[in-house]
């Protein structure tokens, strides 16, 4: 387990330093490279979970991000059909969310009139904050929309868990949903529109979004 959480540290650090001097190839490789040692990292942790229902959840969540990090990442290296790669990347994160809240429900419990409106408030907020800095979603809007819904949702029920008492359990799945979170608005900023930081953006974006994975992984191991 040791071994796998340095390959995957190690991996993440050489996609991070290295990801604007090798070619699109390359970076790609590297960026899946990383993925893979994630779930790696998230399966072997399964295995050391005392809730092995909870466990083989948020692999499966794990599973499906693997699939979007390829698709997205297709879309440098096959241009030609880069909406379709777009698509099925946001389709497959959008599954992963799916998996990672069913998981965090069984620890939240909340009712319906409560989570649902506040999914509901996230969601709002974030379409006028997308409106407000001018984001331009073009063909996978709806998609994109659905997707905000089930990330309010995700968020909702990550931060539910805090309803049964403040535990390591609580701030690693809460926190690795914000980042996880976080981490898609700043790609909305450099998938969408044009900005002046990107280099900036893209370095954040990529620590945002293994550390939001990292510790939704590592709490197999406090639930």
Same mark, same amino acid.
């Given at each position: 387990?040791?071994?796998?959480?340095?390959?995957?540290?190690?991996?993440?650090?050489?996609?991070?330093?290295?990801?604007?001097?090798?070619?699109?190839?390359?970076?790609?490789?590297?960026?899946?490279?990383?993925?893979?040692?994630?779930?790696?990292?998230?399966?072997?942790?399964?295995?050391?979970?005392?809730?092995?229902?909870?466990?083989?959840?948020?692999?499966?969540?794990?599973?499906?991000?693997?699939?979007?990090?390829?698709?997205?990442?297709?879309?440098?290296?096959?241009?030609?059909?880069?909406?379709?790669?777009?698509?099925?990347?946001?389709?497959?994160?959008?599954?992963?969310?799916?998996? &990672?809240? #069913?998981? =965090?429900?069984?620890?939240?419990?909340?009712?319906? @009139?409560?989570?649902?409106?506040?999914?509901? *408030? %996230?969601?709002?907020?974030?379409?006028?904050?997308?409106?407000?800095?001018?984001?331009?979603?073009?063909?996978?809007?709806?998609?994109?929309?659905?997707?905000?819904?089930?990330?309010?949702?995700?968020?909702?029920?990550?931060?539910?868990?805090?309803?049964?008492?403040?535990?390591?359990?609580?701030?690693?799945?809460?926190?690795?949903?914000?980042?996880?979170?976080?981490?898609? &608005?700043? #790609?909305? =900023?450099?998938?969408?529109?044009?900005?002046?930081? @990107?280099?900036?953006?893209?370095?954040?974006? *990529? %620590?945002?979004?293994?550390?939001?994975?990292?510790?939704?992984?590592?709490?197999?191991?406090?639930?």
């Amino acid at each position: 387990m040791v071994f796998i959480f340095a390959l995957f540290l190690i991996s993440w650090l050489l996609y991070l330093v290295f990801y604007f001097k090798l070619n699109r190839t390359q970076v790609f490789l590297l960026k899946m490279l990383t993925s893979i040692f994630l779930l790696l990292f998230g399966i072997i942790t399964c295995f050391r979970s005392k809730s092995p229902e909870y466990a083989l959840i948020i692999v499966l969540g794990l599973g499906f991000g693997v699939g979007g990090d390829f698709f997205l990442g297709m879309q440098r290296v096959d241009r030609k059909r880069k909406q379709l790669h777009l698509m099925l990347g946001i389709l497959a994160f959008f599954c992963g969310h799916i998996f &990672y809240l #069913l998981a =965090f429900q069984k620890y939240a419990e909340l009712p319906y @009139y409560i989570y649902f409106p506040i999914a509901i *408030i %996230i969601m709002l907020l974030s379409w006028f904050f997308i409106r407000f800095q001018k984001i331009e979603l073009r063909k996978v809007k709806y998609l994109s929309y659905a997707y905000l819904f089930i990330s309010a949702l995700f968020l909702t029920f990550a931060f539910g868990t805090f309803k049964n008492g403040i535990k390591p359990f609580s701030f690693f799945v809460a926190f690795g949903a914000l980042s996880f979170s976080a981490s898609d &608005y700043v #790609l909305s =900023f450099l998938y969408f529109r044009s900005v002046k930081r @990107y280099k900036t953006l893209k370095y954040i974006n *990529i %620590i945002l979004y293994y550390l939001g994975q990292l510790l939704i992984s590592a709490s197999m191991l406090f639930v």
